[in-house]
């Protein structure tokens, strides 16, 4: 799995938005902050912008902050809006070999593979949000993450067959 330079870029840019609150911050600020050409980033910070995580505003002392406050936004949510999940519905259409569709359509392991990965990953992004991860307290969530997981994994597991 590899993330993109677009989700690793946005995702450094709405931290350092997120470092202010309450303020806006400047294309050229967060750029030089970044060490990103300005094209970059407003390109970034339109998808951003797009996705409703940041609100915008026009002149003087205008330029982006959050749409809601960091301990609201997920990190999952801040990289699905900058490149998508990693398995979509449309993911097998993509690879159908030389067919007109899959020839696993009916009956196929890897698309529960790709999904089980999707959801886990979805599930443990989630937990995590801007102010973890301005905090520090990345680790912390991501064991709390982690040992939710474990528990609910043992609780939708049938029990053993007798």
């Known amino acids: 799995m590899r993330f993109t330079a677009q989700e690793e870029y946005g995702l450094r840019c709405l931290l350092q938005i997120a470092r202010e609150p309450g303020e806006f911050m400047t294309i050229t600020e967060i750029a030089k902050r970044e060490g990103l050409t300005s ?12 996705a409703d995580l940041v609100k915008s505003i026009r ?33 097998c259409g993509r690879y159908t070999g030389t067919e007109q569709i899959c020839t696993h359509s009916l009956e196929c392991s890897i698309r529960s593979l790709w999904m089980t990965l999707d959801h886990s990953v979805q599930r443990a992004l989630s937990g ?24 609910l994994d043992r609780s939708e597991t049938p029990p053993p067959a007798a």
């Open 39 to 50: 094209a970059y980033v407003a390109k970034l910070m339109r998808v951003l912008r797009k």
């Open 59 to 91: 002149g003087q002392k205008g330029g982006f902050r959050l749409a809601a406050r960091p301990e609201l936004v997920s990190v999952g949510d801040v990289l699905a809006s900058l490149g998508g999940r990693l398995y979509t519905k449309d993911f």
């Open 128 to 151: 995590i949000t801007l102010k973890h991860m301005l905090s520090g307290a990345l680790i912390e969530s991501w064991a709390h993450a982690a040992s939710a997981q474990v528990a």
